[in-house]
């Protein structure tokens, strides 16, 4: 069965760093577009950032300039790394494979507070 699974979160100060990972298996990984969302209570999930086969990136207006997303194909592994964190940044981050129809990670939180 498929299987992404996240890690990295965690609490952290305003302006510091995270970097979350997410391991996958059973799909083909080289073949999808992975991405990372993140969800507030009472809010939506958002895409966060998200990176095709060929490794072309895409990043919401309130990443860019801060995050960077990236993949390695043979560790099946993708990244999420995270610069200059906000209060505003909080949140459960969730990994995907193949867009909102395709599969989900269990989540990992990131608190940014001091």
């Known amino acids: 069965q498929v299987q992404l699974v996240e890690s990295g979160g965690g609490l952290v100060q305003p302006g510091g760093s995270l970097r979350l990972s997410c391991a996958a298996s059973?799909?083909?990984?080289?073949?999808?577009?992975m991405g990372w969302y993140r969800q507030t209570p009472g809010k939506q999930r958002e895409l966060v950032a998200a990176?095709?086969?060929?490794?072309?990136?895409n990043y919401a207006d309130s990443a860019k300039g801060r995050f960077t997303i990236s993949r390695d194909n043979a560790k099946r592994t993708v990244y999420l790394q995270m610069n200059s964190l906000k209060p505003e940044d909080s949140a459960i981050y969730y990994c995907?494979?193949?867009?909102?129809?395709?599969?989900w990670g269990q989540g990992t939180q990131v608190t940014v507070s001091s």
């Open positions: 990176i095709t086969p060929s490794g072309s990136t």
């Open positions: 995907n494979a193949g867009g909102n129809l395709g599969h």
């Open positions: 059973g799909i083909i990984f080289s073949a999808y577009a």
